[in-house]
Structures are given as structure tokens and as C-alpha cells.
């Protein structure tokens, strides 16, 4: 007998993202990182470099309102929006971690920088590279993460995770190079 497949098996036409879909709400402009998410090929790696880009310009561009301080709040409560935005446009996608949601490396990525800043340009190259590895390897337990924890609070989560790998690896760089 011919079964009707589950709603599951159903391949997604929601799953498209494009521009008009990032500005049909809100939610959908932040998780997809203001448009970098949209990138064709590697968005999340368009995700770090435009968090990477944003950071260096917005510092030092206005270096006494964006502070360390700041950057730790803007950080803390972008954590907290991203979980939002990314679990609204993850469901109006129809796919829970779509590729073009970004605002996970943007904040992640951000709070490496946090850390690093101010570094040379090597550095600050290097902790990208290391990002962007331990963001797409996923070693333990981001993997674990990665696919226990579901929503936009998993969204979130596993890039945290990898942002702590990154600084775990400089610190310990920078600890035997001294």
C-alpha cells in the first residue's frame, strides 16, 4: 500500500532564502545578519567577516561609545535577541539552523574579538581561522550541542562554544610566546 509522505520527507519550498524574504520581518534582517547570510557560497563565513568588519570599523570609527563595556552588552543582549530571531526565522523557513541565519557567527565572532582586541592584524586573522574551524569541525561537545540543543537557544549556542575554543587556542599560544 502507497503511503503519503510524512510532512518531514516533504523538501521545504519555505526553505528558500532570498532578500525579500530577509525584509518581511525583522527577526529575518537580524538572524541573517543584515544580508551577509545571503552570500551564495560559505554565509557563514560572510557571517564572521562581516562581524569582524563591523567591529574593527565601529571601534574605531567612535572609540569612546564603543568601549569594551559596550561590546559586552551589545554581545549579552544580542545573544539573548539572536535566540529569538533565529528560532522566528528558522520556523518561517520550515529548516531549524538554515545555513543563511548568520547572527550566531556575528555574535560569537564579536565576542572573540572582544577578547582579542587590540591585536594585529595576524592575530586578529588567526582567530578568525580558528573560528571558522571549530565553527564548521564542530569538535566535541560543540557537535553535542550542535544536535541536542534545538531552537535558537542551539542556534546560539554551539557558536559561543566554538568562540571559546578559539580563545582557549590563542590564550594558550599567547601563554607559551611571551
Same mark, same amino acid.
Given at each position: ?46 557571517? =564572521? #567577516? ?8 565601529? =571601534? ?8 569594551? =563595556? ?40 564579536? #565576542?572573540?574579538? #572582544? ?7 595576524? =592575530? ?43 580563545? #582557549?587556542?590563542?590564550? $594558550?599560544? $599567547?601563554?607559551?610566546?611571551?
Amino acid at each position: 500500500m502507497n503511503t503519503p509522505p510524512t510532512p518531514e520527507a516533504i523538501p521545504s519550498k519555505r526553505s528558500n532564502s532570498n532578500s525579500k524574504f530577509m525584509w518581511s520581518h525583522y527577526s529575518h534582517v537580524i538572524a541573517q545578519g543584515f544580508g551577509s547570510g545571503l552570500s551564495p557560497i560559505m554565509p557563514g563565513t560572510s557571517g =564572521t #567577516l562581516f562581524a569582524w568588519c563591523s567591529y574593527v570599523v565601529l =571601534t574605531e570609527r567612535w572609540p569612546a561609545l564603543f568601549t569594551p =563595556t559596550l561590546w559586552a552588552m551589545i554581545i549579552v543582549i544580542g545573544f539573548f535577541i539572536g535566540i529569538w530571531a533565529c528560532e522566528k526565522t528558522g520556523r518561517d523557513l520550515g529548516v531549524p539552523d538554515h545555513g543563511s541565519m548568520v547572527w550566531d557567527e556575528i555574535i560569537a565572532f564579536w #565576542l572573540v574579538l #572582544l577578547f582579542v582586541m587590540p591585536a594585529g592584524w595576524a =592575530t586578529q586573522c588567526w582567530a578568525f581561522i580558528l573560528f571558522r574551524f571549530f565553527d564548521m569541525v564542530k569538535p566535541p561537545p560543540i557537535r553535542y550541542f550542535d544536535r541536542h540543543i534545538k531552537g535558537g537557544l542551539g542556534v546560539m549556542w554551539d557558536d559561543v562554544v566554538a568562540a571559546f575554543y578559539t580563545l #582557549l587556542v590563542l590564550s $594558550f599560544y $599567547f601563554s607559551f610566546n611571551k
